[in-house]
């Protein structure tokens, strides 16, 4: 975590859910991140159980230059990484996990800028699958920041943490390296999910991102 709004949050987050995997939606205080709150954002699950802005905070709109609140999480991105995309919400709504993702939005202009986003699981009414706390920060600000939106965003880097390992190891499982390290400047990275197996299990590589269905049993 590089940004200040992004462990902001996740110390809030882990704070509030004490021993519990995830906190209730009704416990979050906003007074208590509002140095972070232009940043955060909570998604909400609909009948088809993709995931849209609940609400969003004013420096995250101004990033885009619209109103997020009730648009699709997912169509942000580039549709080569929403399969990535949708395995990490998975990650975070039915294992619990904590999700890092590292991305760099292209303005119309061609102009560039790095992002760092976490996803972290909430429940609402007892349920974990229909509510995500997250928040998404610039890594740098240019004077062109809340005049030219964004309008494509590709993923560089993925990462997944489980909160309860941090009682006994000194850093988070880290089960990605960046993407963009492993690739040319100029070439494309294909996020398409590739069938492998992990510990005799059978599994979904993302680059090096692996994803075991059925939690981490």
């Not at 200040?4 to 208590?32: C, H, I, M």
Request: some cysteine; charged content about 20%.
């Amino acid at each position: 975590m590089q940004h200040t709004a992004t462990k902001t949050l996740f110390n809030y987050w882990n704070q509030l859910r004490g021993s519990r995997s995830a906190p209730e939606r009704k416990n979050v205080d906003p007074t208590k991140i509002r140095h972070a709150l232009s940043n955060t954002f909570i998604l909400e699950a609909d009948e088809n159980l993709e995931f849209n802005f609940r609400l969003a905070g004013s420096h995250l709109c101004s990033a885009y230059c619209r109103e997020l609140k009730g648009r699709a999480f997912q169509n942000l991105w580039a549709p080569k990484d929403r399969e990535a995309l949708n395995t990490l919400i998975k990650a975070v709504t039915q294992d619990h996990a904590v999700a890092l993702v590292t991305f760099e939005g292209t303005t119309q202009a061609a102009n560039k800028m790095s992002f760092e986003t976490i996803l972290l699981p909430l429940r609402h009414n007892g349920s974990s699958t229909n509510r995500i706390l997250g928040s998404m920060a610039t890594q740098d600000e240019p004077y062109w920041f809340g005049a030219q939106p964004i309008i494509d965003q590709r993923i560089t880097g993925l990462r997944l943490i489980w909160p309860d390992d941090l009682a006994t190891k000194s850093t988070f499982l880290d089960v990605s390296t960046k993407i963009a390290d492993n690739f040319a400047p100029n070439e494309i990275v294909d996020l398409a999910p590739i069938q492998s197996t992990v510990h005799g299990f059978s599994a979904r590589r993302y680059s090096h991102l692996s994803v075991i269905d059925g939690g981490r049993n």
